[in-house]
Every structure is written in structure tokens, then in C-alpha cells.
């Protein structure tokens, strides 16, 4: 199969930190993609983990652990405008399978 | 990153009309695009893969015949929503890029489509 795991929701505080964990299952799996999407609008690429290890990119930063089926997205000083949509995606070699996606809800 | 955009943003339209959503690449070719659809509050679920050139490859449960896909060009898909019914209304958002597995997929701004 190639579903993928993801927390509903998540709240949090301005200027917390924040993680959003994926677990996804490893058939014909090439890497882990995240996007963001706020209401009414189209995904945005935020980062790929190919490799095991951190990618960071400003005040995002995604993990992938590979021998664990596990990755995660880590949102540093949080913004009201980071309240949105949080989805993994699953890369095969030309196909994303997203997650059911993450909502996070950032308040003052 | 790229830049792919999607015409029109929204239509409304009646029951057993069609409607067709065109999807370009700016600024760059995408030789595959990738259509999906968005209801509300749930993930993006991929239709089918354009390839530019010959038929587009659809994924399970997609009717081919109701949703027509045209890659014509390296810049330009078009989905096609033929005999639309309400329970298609729904946010439909096209990719580009993503070709292979190091690849990054793009996406348009999308279109969301209401069948009265």
C-alpha cells in the first residue's frame, strides 16, 4: 500500500515550536515531500527529503528517517500566517500520494 | 520555484454541461503533468498523469470518458469535465514537474468548480 499517516491537527502558540510527524509505507518509496496549503488555495512545495537526515529552510526544517518509515516537519517561531493545511506526499519515481493532511492552528 | 497556473479559478455551470480547465507550465516544460482533486477538507487525490504526446494514464475509479485529458504541448494540459454533475463540484489542481524521483511537483492555484 501507500498510505501515509499524519496528525489531524495540531495548535500551538506564536513563536513555539512545532512538529508534524509522517509515517508512510516503503513500497517504491523515493522520498518525502511536504507542502503547505492554506484554505481555498493551491499546495506549496516547503521541502523533499531524498536522503535520511534534516533539511532545513529557514524556519522549516524536514526530517526523514528511512529505516523508520518516518519523517517530520519542524516549524520554528511560529506565525499567525502558518495556520494552514500541513500535507506529507509520498514520491515514487513520478507519482506524490499525499497524506490526509495536518491542520495547524497558530494563536496569538 | 516553478510557476504553473490554471484557467479559469472558479466556474459554475449546469448539471450536464462540460467544462474544461486548461493547466500551463510558465516557465518551464513539463513533458508530465498530474491532475487531482481536492473536496473540502481532505487531501489531494490524483486523477491521472498527462504525458504530452499520448494518453494520459488514470488512476483507479477515474472515469476516463467523463474526465478527457489533452497534453498537446510541453506547456499546456487540459481536463475536460464532460455531462458535469453536481457531485463533481469539487477543487481540481493540476502538477507539473515531478517527472522523476528527484523531481519537484509544482502545482497551479487551482480550480474550483461548482455543478448546479
Known amino acids: 500500500g501507500q498510505s501515509l499517516e499524519q496528525p489531524s491537527e495540531v495548535t500551538a502558540v506564536e513563536g513555539a515550536i512545532v512538529q508534524i510527524n509522517c509515517t508512510y509505507q516503503t513500497s517504491g518509496f523515493y522520498g518525502l515531500s511536504w507542502y503547505q496549503q492554506h484554505d481555498g488555495g493551491a499546495p506549496t512545495f516547503l521541502s523533499y527529503n531524498g536522503l535520511d537526515g534534516l533539511e532545513e529552510t529557514g524556519r522549516f526544517s524536514s526530517f526523514l528517517s528511512r529505516s523508520d518509515s518516518y519523517g517530520y516537519l519542524l516549524l520554528q517561531e511560529l506565525q499567525m500566517k502558518d495556520s494552514a493545511s500541513y500535507f506529507c506526499a509520498r514520491k515514487g519515481y513520478s507519482t506524490l500520494t499525499f497524506g490526509k493532511g495536518t491542520m495547524l492552528l497558530v494563536s496569538p | 520555484g516553478a510557476v504553473v497556473s490554471q484557467h479559469p479559478s472558479w466556474v459554475i455551470c449546469k448539471s450536464g454541461t462540460s467544462v474544461k480547465i486548461e493547466c500551463r507550465s510558465l516557465d518551464f516544460q513539463a513533458t508530465t503533468m498530474f491532475w487531482y482533486r481536492q473536496f473540502p477538507k481532505q487531501s489531494l487525490m490524483l486523477m491521472a498523469t498527462?504525458?504530452?504526446?499520448?494518453?494520459?494514464?488514470?488512476e483507479q475509479g477515474v472515469e476516463k470518458d467523463k474526465f478527457l485529458i489533452n497534453h498537446a504541448s510541453l506547456t499546456l494540459s487540459t481536463l475536460t469535465v464532460t455531462s458535469a454533475h453536481p457531485e463533481d463540484s469539487s477543487f481540481y489542481i493540476c502538477g507539473a514537474g515531478g517527472r522523476s524521483n528527484t523531481d519537484t511537483q509544482y502545482f497551479g492555484p487551482g480550480t474550483r468548480l461548482t455543478v448546479l
Open positions: 498527462s504525458n504530452e504526446g499520448s494518453k494520459a494514464t488514470y
